[in-house]
Each structure stands twice: as C-alpha cells, then as structure tokens.
C-alpha cells in the first residue's frame, strides 16, 4: 500500500508561484511512477506531470510545460510541484498520484492523495 498526502494549496495572483508537496509513505519502490493530475470544477481531471522516484523519465502536459516543474527529494520522501507564472485557468484542485507504470492517464494510477487546492485570482 501506498499513502500520499499533499500540501502546499492556497490562493495566489496570477503571475505567482506557489510550490505543491506530495509526501509519501509505504511501499515505494524507486521504478514507481509519481504523477500530478488537477481537476478544475465541471471537467475532466487531467495531467500535468509526471516522473520516476528514480528521477528518470519526467513528463509534462504540452500546455504546461515551461511553467511546471516536478521534482523530488528520496531523502523525505517527497514529490513537489513548482508553479510559476500562474494564471486564473490553472485553479483546480491538484492531485498527487503513485503507479507502478508511467501513463498520462489518470485511470491508470492506483495510489491518490486527497488533493490540495490552488486558487489563481486575477
């Protein structure tokens, strides 16, 4: 089993950053893949990133990318999300997900935090 806990939600204007935390905890094994999805109120909930603990093998929604960055520290256990340049469409509620197998693919993905919220004002 596998526990992740996000933190590090809140509201921001746009242009700000803010920086997500995944912390997790159980069986990690260093090939999982550790993904961020969002889910903004009526739609789908969709990828925004995505790596090995390793640290091989990083991915980025194409929309997203250059703005985003997923990282990660072995020694604590945590998975970040660095978000800059925000803008009012990237409020949703942001998820921390854990999987054997790399997929931008939220159905894929057997392990999910709870979620944290990002409010982007403008």
Not at 24 to 38: H, K, N
Not at 51 to 78: C, E, P, Q, V
Request: net charge positive; with cysteine.
């Amino acid at each position: 089993q596998v526990q992740l806990v996000e933190s590090g939600g809140g509201l921001v204007q746009t242009g700000g950053s803010l920086r997500l935390s995944c912390a997790a905890s159980g069986r990690i094994f260093s090939s999982y893949v550790m993904g961020w999805f969002r889910q903004a109120p009526g739609k789908e909930r969709e990828f925004v990133a995505a790596m090995r603990w390793s640290g091989s093998n990083t991915y980025y929604a194409n929309s997203l990318k250059g703005r985003f960055t997923i990282s990660r520290d072995n020694a604590k256990n945590t998975v970040y999300l660095q978000m800059n340049s925000l803008k009012p469409e990237d409020t949703a509620v942001y998820y921390c997900a854990a999987d054997p197998v790399m997929s931008r693919w939220s159905r894929e993905y057997d392990y999910w935090g709870q979620g944290t919220q990002v409010t982007v004002s403008s």
